[in-house]
């Protein structure tokens, strides 16, 4: 192993990334005896493995939504803590992505990597805020690694919502949304706009919701959709997974107004696909300009990405002078649907 070769102490093998002077794997998607998970979605955070080491916030979430297959054992590392597993040293750094979601900064003979996991840099009330990091290796994701995406202020998306609510005080509001992180998010932007009316919850986003106020995150008054009269969420908000927004659970909302917060709304024709009348562009991913800048800032010299649309982010970095690679990981989904 030479420090120098990143791809001689940090390699891929079956379950995932793997860092062998650590003997660890990060985020892996198979079970495996320690693993380092950067963040809860369920395309990171895995079930079955023998110990996980990951922030409090993490492991909570892992816990109520995984439940007793979360792991065996677990050592939580709040941010900023550096730990020495082996001659590596390794510390968790906010990646503003979801609750509790981290960056793993790993330093071996001199040399540091930062892998971020899924990130943003934009303003979200519910996370801590990215922080750069400096580095030698910088592995980023690429959800939305294409100069079209621009996600824009998610406060006027915020709006939106609120102006069609006074348009259309009839209208139950739906709003799809994913179940960790963009739920809770658009609560707390809602809130801080100033909407003080309760909100309504398909219940499969309930136990989430719980974790982020435990964890000191306050989201204002909560109501179960399943057990409310249909007639008490006329004019209401309603938060439910993408998948139930036009299933049968919400024909029972009083004239539905269909909404969704995705990144992905930017795209006409996704929006149209899916039937949305009010598509929110609200992403819980960097766009192409937070990308670049934070390559840019990290100031490494050797970038890996993972996840997403590697083509143009891989040129990108190619034109700037910087060694590029694409990481096929396996089991990474599209999270922001
Ligand atoms: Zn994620
Ligand atoms: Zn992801």
Partial sequence: MKADQFDSWLTVDARGLYCRPGDFHIDPHAATPRAVITHA?????????EHVLATPETLALMAARLGSAASAGTQSLVY????????VRLRLVPAGHVLGSAQVVIEWKGRRAVISGDYKRAADPTTAPYEVVPCDLFVTEATFALPVFSHGDAKGEVSKLL??????????????VYGLGKCQRLIAMLREAGFAEPIYLHGALASCCE??????????TLKAATSAPREEMRGAIVLAPPTAILDRWSRRLPDALTAFASGWMRVRARARQRSVELPLVISDHADWGELTRTIE?????????????????????????????????????????
């Fill in 80 to 87: 900023g803590e550096a730990i020495s597993i082996g001659d």
């Fill in 163 to 176: 102006k069609s609510l006074r348009q259309f005080p009839d209208r139950a509001h739906v709003v799809g």
């Fill in 297 to 337: 800032e990290t100031g490494a010299e050797e970038i890996w990405v993972t996840h997403g649309r590697e083509d143009a982010l891989l040129y990108h970095i190619q034109s700037t002078g910087r060694r590029g690679r694409s990481l096929a990981l396996i089991g990474r989904e599209d999270e922001d649907q």
């Fill in 211 to 220: 974790v982020y106020e435990r964890c000191g995150v306050s989201l204002g």
């Fill in 41 to 49: 979605h369920s395309d990171h955070a895995r079930p079955g493995h």
